[in-house]
C-alpha cells in the first residue's frame, strides 16, 4: 500500500470523528434546572387582586342599578285603593321599560315610548303629591270620560259591569271594613274585552266626574276601590310621562294576620 493512500484514509477517519463529535448534545443531569424552561408566574399583589374585586363590584352594582332603573322595580300596595283586585300589603313587580324611561327623583320621563292599554294597572308619580301610586287606565288619549252615580261612562256609553256579591272580609283593609251598617258590594266590569272586579260601598255618596276629554298624551286613571281612591276623579287626566310602569305580578303578600300565600306568583288582573 502507498504511503499516499494510507494518509488519505487518515484524513477521511478524522472528518468523520470531527462529524461525529459536532452532532452530539449534552443531557442535563437529572434533577438539574433546564435553562429553557418557563419560569413560575409571579403571584398578583394585593393591590391587584383589590383592584379585580372593586371592578367585580363594580359591575354588580351598576347591573343592579340598570336592571330597576331600566327594567324592573318592586312595588307595595299601601292602602284599600285598588281593593279587591290588589290588596294592602301586596308587593308587585313593575315593568319600568313598558312606556318610557322615568330616573330616579325625577317628576316625568326622559323619554316616552308606548301608551297603556285600557285595563292596565300602572304605578304612576302622582300629580297631586309626587307620590307613587297604583290605579288602573280607564281611558286614553281621545276617549270622553264621565263618572256618574256608581256608572263609569267611555264615550257616553256605560262600562258593562255586573254585581258579584258582597266583599270578602279577607280582601278589605281594616280602614276600609265600615260592618253591616254600609255593606260592600263587588262588580265584575268590562273594558274593551279585559274584565277585572271592583268594590264601591253600597250606600256611599258617590264620587261623579266629567264629562271630560282625555288629551293627547294622557290617560285616565281610577282606583277599583272607587269610594276609597284618589285618582284622576281629583287631580284629572295623568301624563303618560308620569306613568312609572305596568304592574305585572304579586311576588309577595301578607297582612295583619300573616303571609297570603295563595297570592304570590298571582298575575295582576
Known amino acids: 500500500m502507498s504511503r499516499r493512500g494510507s494518509a488519505a484514509r487518515e484524513r477521511d477517519r478524522a472528518r468523520m470523528a470531527r462529524g461525529s463529535a459536532s452532532g452530539t448534545r449534552s443531557v442535563p443531569a437529572?434533577?438539574?434546572?433546564?435553562?429553557?424552561?418557563?419560569?413560575?408566574?409571579?403571584?398578583?399583589?394585593?393591590?391587584?387582586?383589590?383592584?379585580?374585586?372593586?371592578?367585580?363590584l363594580a359591575g354588580a352594582v351598576?347591573?343592579?342599578?340598570?336592571?330597576?332603573?331600566?327594567?324592573?322595580?318592586?312595588?307595595?300596595?299601601?292602602?284599600?285603593?285598588?281593593?279587591?283586585?290588589?290588596?294592602?300589603?301586596?308587593?308587585?313587580?313593575?315593568?319600568?321599560y313598558a312606556f318610557g324611561l322615568l330616573l330616579p327623583f325625577q317628576d316625568e320621563a326622559l323619554v316616552?315610548?308606548?301608551?297603556?292599554?285600557?285595563?292596565?294597572?300602572?304605578?304612576?308619580?302622582?300629580p297631586m303629591d309626587g307620590e307613587d301610586i297604583v290605579?288602573?287606565?280607564?281611558?286614553?288619549?281621545?276617549?270622553?270620560?264621565?263618572?256618574?252615580?256608581?256608572?263609569?261612562?267611555?264615550?257616553?256609553?256605560?262600562?258593562?259591569?255586573?254585581?258579584?256579591?258582597?266583599?270578602d272580609p279577607s280582601e278589605q283593609h281594616v280602614e276600609t271594613a265600615r260592618g253591616p251598617t254600609t255593606p260592600c258590594v263587588v262588580y265584575r266590569e268590562t273594558l274593551e274585552g279585559r274584565a277585572h272586579r271592583t268594590s264601591q260601598w253600597r250606600f256611599a255618596r258617590p264620587i261623579d266626574f266629567g264629562p271630560e276629554l282625555v288629551?293627547?298624551?294622557?290617560?285616565?286613571?281610577?282606583?277599583?276601590?272607587?269610594?276609597?281612591?284618589?285618582?284622576?276623579?281629583?287631580?284629572?287626566?295623568?301624563?303618560i310621562s308620569r306613568i312609572k310602569g305596568r304592574a305585572l305580578a304579586?311576588?309577595?303578600?301578607?297582612?295583619?294576620?300573616?303571609?297570603?300565600?295563595?297570592r304570590i306568583g298571582m298575575a295582576v288582573p
Not at 304579586?250 to 295563595?262: D, M, Q
Open 215 to 239: 288629551p293627547r298624551d294622557h290617560v285616565f286613571v281610577l282606583g277599583d276601590h272607587r269610594d276609597a281612591s284618589n285618582d284622576s276623579r281629583r287631580f284629572g287626566p295623568v301624563p
Open 30 to 56: 437529572e434533577g438539574a434546572a433546564r435553562p429553557d424552561a418557563p419560569s413560575e408566574r409571579a403571584r398578583p399583589s394585593r393591590w391587584e387582586r383589590t383592584r379585580a374585586n372593586l371592578k367585580t
Open 112 to 126: 316616552t315610548w308606548g301608551t297603556p292599554s285600557l285595563g292596565d294597572v300602572v304605578i304612576v308619580h302622582s
Open 62 to 96: 351598576a347591573l343592579a342599578a340598570f336592571i330597576r332603573i331600566v327594567l324592573f322595580e318592586p312595588f307595595e300596595i299601601d292602602g284599600p285603593s285598588m281593593e279587591p283586585s290588589l290588596l294592602h300589603g301586596d308587593r308587585v313587580i313593575v315593568a319600568k
Open 250 to 262: 304579586i311576588y309577595w303578600s301578607n297582612s295583619s294576620s300573616g303571609f297570603r300565600w295563595r
Open 135 to 167: 290605579k288602573r287606565v280607564v281611558g286614553l288619549p281621545g276617549d270622553v270620560i264621565e263618572v256618574r252615580g256608581e256608572t263609569l261612562y267611555r264615550n257616553d256609553r256605560p262600562v258593562p259591569r255586573e254585581e258579584l256579591g258582597a266583599c
